[in-house]
């Protein structure tokens, strides 16, 4: 056996070497297991319950007055007076212009002067059949002239009802030389101004009254949407919302924000638009403050159904893509599945998830980033989450008390 001293120098170095990298490699290979391990990465989730939620449709629509009257001229002649504010509100009765009425006044004056002989004629006529009645039983008179006293009563009679409706019809011209509002309402601009010639011929339009309280707000759905949904309230997946026949409907202004007052729907046409395929709906809104013009354009959203054991999730916590919607879900052991799911529609920042996921699951809302980071099958821990708005709010009174 050869001893120390036999083996050359370089092979003695290189066996010295090699020992020590072994070492080394062997201490970073135990380093891991003897230092502290990493913490799981949280992800905010939301855990599913299960509930009632409305179904709600988001459909263009326009505003349109509840009821609407032009104000005529049904008398000709000179245009005197306006007697009312442009653009004001108006009440049914109230005058609104006045048109010459003194050819009208004269009219009405000659035929109650007419009225007034034909009164005279029939107080004659009747005195003197008064007169004849007792000389006839005494045979003074002959017959015929009893008879043609009886007529000459009769023909003055008629023509007092003549003349009578002689003076209606003037008083009625006259009464049409004030022109008054049909109905209550907004009048708009005038039409005609002061001095001009109307009710020649026609009934030359005055102006016009709208009235905007309440509003109608029309829109149209398409013909399939609703036939789907019908079909689903009449299986029973769907339950009609509220307790009446009639839909809840709100309105979503121009500038995004939502109209106060809560309409309902009035009916829904019963025909399809061929050339659209869509079906004409409308609504009845109030409007106390005159906040809704008519031609308004809108957006209107309508609660025609409620989905019963529905789950609402945030709208981030779902990817959507060609394939479907989908979402990720953490078991109780910490791993992350990604789940299909079948959504219904949008409320309020929510998606309505009618089939995928069972109550109780907890589906990740915040952290995707950090995921995508991780090898796959690394457990994550699921904290929950809360809205922007929430966190701000919790974080707002810690704030206050730091401050000096």
């Given at each position: 056996?050869?001893?120390?001293r036999?083996?050359?120098?370089h092979?003695?170095?290189?066996?010295?070497?090699?020992?020590?990298?072994?070492?080394?490699?062997?201490?970073e290979?135990q380093?891991p297991a003897d230092?502290?391990?990493?913490p799981?990465?949280?992800v905010?989730?939301?855990?599913?319950?299960?509930?009632?939620?409305?179904?709600?449709?988001?459909?263009?629509?326009?505003?349109?007055?509840?009821?609407?009257?032009?104000?005529?001229?049904?008398?000709?002649?000179?245009?005197?007076q306006r007697?009312f504010n442009?653009?004001?509100?108006?009440?049914?009765?109230?005058?609104?212009?006045?048109?010459d009425?003194a050819?009208?006044?004269?009219?009405?004056q000659?035929?109650?002067?007419?009225?007034?002989?034909?009164?005279a004629?029939?107080?004659?006529?009747?005195a003197?059949?008064?007169?004849?009645?007792?000389?006839?039983?005494?045979q003074?008179?002959?017959?015929?002239?009893?008879?043609?006293?009886?007529?000459?009563?009769?023909l003055?009679?008629?023509?007092?009802?003549?003349?009578?409706?002689?003076?209606?019809?003037?008083?009625?011209?006259l009464?049409?030389?004030?022109?008054?509002?049909?109905?209550?309402?907004?009048?708009?601009?005038?039409?005609?101004?002061?001095?001009?010639l109307?009710?020649?011929g026609?009934a030359?339009?005055?102006?016009?009254?709208?009235?905007?309280?309440?509003?109608y707000?029309?829109?149209?759905?398409s013909?399939?949407?609703?036939?789907q949904?019908?079909?689903?309230?009449?299986?029973?997946?769907?339950?009609?919302a509220?307790?009446?026949?009639?839909?809840?409907?709100k309105?979503?202004?121009?500038?995004?924000?939502q109209?106060?007052?809560?309409?309902?729907?009035?009916?829904?046409?019963?025909?399809?638009?061929?050339?659209?395929?869509?079906?004409?709906l409308?609504?009845?809104?109030?409007?106390p403050?005159?906040?809704?013009?008519?031609?308004?354009?809108?957006?209107?959203?309508?609660?025609?159904?409620?989905?019963?054991?529905?789950?609402?999730?945030?709208?981030q916590?779902?990817?959507?893509?060609?394939?479907?919607d989908?979402?990720?879900?953490?078991?109780a052991?910490?791993?992350?599945?990604?789940?299909?799911?079948?959504?219904s529609?949008?409320?309020?920042?929510?998606?309505?998830?009618?089939?995928g996921?069972?109550?109780g699951?907890?589906v990740?809302?915040?952290?995707?980033?950090?995921?995508?980071?991780?090898?796959?099958?690394?457990?994550?821990k699921?904290?929950?989450?809360q809205?922007?708005?929430?966190?701000?709010?919790?974080i707002?009174?810690?704030?206050s008390?730091?401050?000096?």
């Amino acid at each position: 056996m050869p001893t120390l001293r036999a083996v050359p120098a370089h092979r003695l170095l290189s066996l010295l070497a090699a020992i020590v990298v072994g070492a080394c490699v062997k201490s970073e290979a135990q380093a891991p297991a003897d230092g502290p391990k990493m913490p799981p990465v949280e992800v905010g989730v939301v855990t599913a319950t299960p509930g009632d939620a409305g179904l709600v449709t988001e459909l263009p629509g326009r505003v349109e007055a509840s009821r609407v009257a032009q104000v005529r001229a049904r008398a000709a002649g000179i245009l005197q007076q306006r007697l009312f504010n442009e653009g004001s509100d108006v009440k049914a009765g109230q005058e609104l212009f006045r048109i010459d009425p003194a050819p009208y006044a004269a009219a009405a004056q000659s035929a109650r002067a007419s009225l007034a002989k034909a009164r005279a004629q029939l107080a004659q006529a009747s005195a003197q059949l008064a007169r004849y009645r007792p000389l006839i039983g005494a045979q003074a008179i002959s017959m015929q002239d009893f008879t043609n006293a009886e007529a000459a009563e009769q023909l003055a009679q008629a023509d007092v009802a003549v003349a009578e409706a002689a003076v209606r019809s003037a008083e009625i011209q006259l009464g049409y030389a004030s022109v008054t509002a049909p109905i209550s309402g907004r009048i708009g601009r005038a039409l005609v101004t002061e001095g001009a010639l109307v009710g020649q011929g026609e009934a030359t339009a005055l102006a016009l009254i709208q009235q905007i309280d309440p509003v109608y707000v029309n829109f149209t759905q398409s013909a399939s949407d609703l036939f789907q949904l019908r079909r689903a309230l009449d299986s029973g997946q769907f339950k009609r919302a509220g307790s009446s026949e009639a839909a809840s409907v709100k309105l979503v202004l121009s500038d995004g924000s939502q109209y106060a007052q809560t309409g309902r729907l009035l009916f829904t046409d019963l025909s399809v638009d061929p050339g659209t395929g869509w079906v004409s709906l409308r609504a009845q809104v109030p409007n106390p403050k005159g906040e809704l013009l008519p031609g308004l354009y809108l957006r209107v959203r309508i609660e025609q159904a409620q989905a019963s054991n529905a789950i609402m999730l945030p709208q981030q916590a779902v990817t959507r893509t060609q394939q479907g919607d989908s979402v990720s879900v953490v078991d109780a052991d910490g791993k992350v599945s990604v789940r299909p799911i079948k959504i219904s529609a949008a409320r309020n920042n929510r998606w309505v998830v009618l089939d995928g996921l069972k109550a109780g699951e907890q589906v990740i809302v915040d952290g995707f980033q950090k995921l995508q980071m991780l090898p796959p099958g690394t457990a994550v821990k699921p904290v929950p989450w809360q809205p922007p708005a929430a966190a701000a709010t919790a974080i707002a009174p810690v704030l206050s008390a730091a401050k000096p």
